[in-house]
């Protein structure tokens, strides 16, 4: 497990669930790059059979361990009932092949296109880290069929991003975005909460670096849960 950066994930208990939930599907975790990592771990990092890129920033270590180890990688966090079994689908078979693919981007386009009979008119802005941000709207698109964007503010991969997606560099640029007519519901930091003037729907969803200690509340794990919490 690789990309976990404090001020992206902060004290939430999505990294733990995330290890509790691929040991319960029977999958064993070489090394998590996140918390105490020692020597060893960063020894052990090449005896791995597929790297799990949690965030933007675990992208140049995973492409490194690629081309170097021949490791293959998947992207993003397996949130929602339904996209966790299609995401955990996909890291097995990658697993199972142990050979270059087209990387993680095949996981975060896949539920899109064979939901694209399914969703509605109601479209969702997901603003915050981006890999993350990805899982909340595959969540969505699985569960519920709801068309979604993503905004990233802190780091940016194009080559992961779909038509409509956005790197967001100022606040001008954030606060015309989140105040788009197009988007029905807002998931974000509380913050951004703020910067909203048009009528429409917000779902908290904490980001570290946007308001760190002056946040009151963790970002709530959805690692396998069912998204109707949204």
């Known amino acids: 497990i690789i990309g976990a950066t404090p001020i992206d994930f902060g004290k939430s208990t999505t990294l733990e669930d995330l290890e509790q939930y691929l040991v319960d599907n029977g999958f064993e975790i070489n090394v998590s790059l996140w918390k105490n990592t020692t020597k060893q771990d960063i020894i052990r990092l090449k005896w791995g059979n597929c790297n799990i890129v949690v965030s933007h920033a675990g992208v140049e270590l995973a492409e490194y361990m690629k081309q170097r180890y021949n490791i293959p990688y998947v ?105 788009d007519d197009k988007y029905d519901l807002v998931i974000g930091d509380p913050l951004y909460k703020e910067l909203i003037y048009t009528d429409k729907k917000f779902y908290a969803y904490s980001h570290y670096a946007v308001s760190s200690k002056l946040g009151n509340e963790e970002a709530e794990s959805l690692i396998g849960r069912n998204m109707n919490v949204i």
């Open 75 to 179: 992207t993003g966090l397996p949130f929602g009932e339904k996209y966790s079994e299609i995401w955990l689908e996909k890291l097995g078979k990658v697993i199972e092949k142990f050979k270059d693919t087209e990387n993680g981007r095949e996981v975060c386009e896949a539920v899109g296109k064979k939901q694209e009979e399914a969703v509605t008119e109601k479209r969702v802005l997901m603003i915050g880290e981006q890999f993350q941000a990805m899982s909340i709207r595959n969540a969505l698109e699985t569960e519920y069929g709801l068309r979604g964007d993503v905004a990233g503010i802190c780091g940016f991969r194009t080559e992961f991003a779909r038509e409509g997606d956005r790197f967001l560099e100022s606040e001008a640029e954030i606060e015309q975005m989140l105040n």
